[in-house]
């Protein structure tokens, strides 16, 4: 697994992220959360675009995919739940390490959005 060590990386591991969850939402046929996972999809992807700057490209330390495994064979309420948590746990690390502002909201969004659904 590789390391989530820039902007870039942790932008597109999360897009990678909610188009899993949309994927997987979708096989499980649950329209609400599959469309939501494509929302959030498209809001990082265009934070993104929006944000490549130079700051940006600063190494970012202490993150790694690894940490942020799920198990998307698992298709029962639980193994759901603990898909959510994970994506929770991935945006409570990631977003105090992003240094834009708007970034940053729109990731810490993302994870209230997974601890909701986690409950």
């Known amino acids: 697994m590789a390391s989530l060590n820039t902007f870039g ?12 969850l949309h ?3 979708n096989s499980l046929g649950d329209a ?21 700057v130079e700051i ?12 942020y495994v799920f198990n998307l064979d698992d298709t029962s309420e639980s193994g759901q739940k603990a898909v959510e948590s994970v994506a929770a746990q991935f945006y409570g690390d990631v977003a105090p390490k992003i240094n834009v502002r708007q970034a940053q909201r729109a990731l ?12």
């Open 9 to 20: 990386s942790i932008l597109t591991h999360a897009i990678e992220l909610e188009a899993s």
């Open 23 to 25: 994927d997987y939402y």
């Open 32 to 52: 609400v959360k599959a469309k939501a996972a494509n929302k959030r999809k498209s809001k990082l992807e265009r934070v993104r675009r929006e944000n490549v």
């Open 56 to 67: 940006t490209l600063e190494p970012i330390e202490g993150l790694d995919e690894a940490n």
């Open 108 to 119: 810490e969004r993302c994870g209230k959005e997974h601890t909701e659904l986690a409950s």
